[in-house]
């Protein structure tokens, strides 16, 4: 686990899913929760070279009273199952799983943060959720 200065540790751990579960670093606000935050993380080789500063800016944003929840997604960095059975909609159904976690822990509707492709995901995910 790592600790931010003034803060808690990080919490890691694994959310369950149909198939497989899913890697996720949890980063709790500091002091009154003033928001979440759901990070999304870029493609393949871009998620291993961005993730030392995904962390840092969670750590940021927990120490501003922000909730930050990083996820990997299915077939992605530290998360079950293979890659080349991860699907586009089942990518969007653990952003749901995610955001209902952080939703039930904060009590509050998370923001979506996507880097690259994360960001595309984000887009596409709450595209169809105002539908």
Not at 11 to 31: D, S
Not at 79 to 99: C, E, I, N, P, T
Request: net charge positive.
């Amino acid at each position: 686990m790592t600790t931010a200065p003034g803060r808690g540790p990080a919490e890691p751990f694994f959310l369950r899913r149909g198939v497989g579960q899913r890697f996720c670093l949890y980063h709790p606000p500091a002091g009154k929760c003033r928001g979440a935050v759901l990070y999304l993380h870029p493609f393949a080789e871009e998620l291993n070279r961005t993730r030392r500063m995904a962390a840092l800016q969670s750590r940021a944003l927990a120490e501003h009273g922000f909730a930050v929840l990083q996820l990997d997604l299915h077939g992605c960095g530290d998360s079950g199952d293979d890659f080349r059975d991860a699907r586009w909609d089942g990518w969007k159904d653990d952003v749901a799983a995610a955001s209902r976690w952080i939703e039930q822990r904060c009590g509050l509707v998370p923001a979506l943060w996507g880097l690259r492709l994360g960001a595309l995901l984000a887009l596409d995910y709450a595209a169809a959720a105002q539908r």
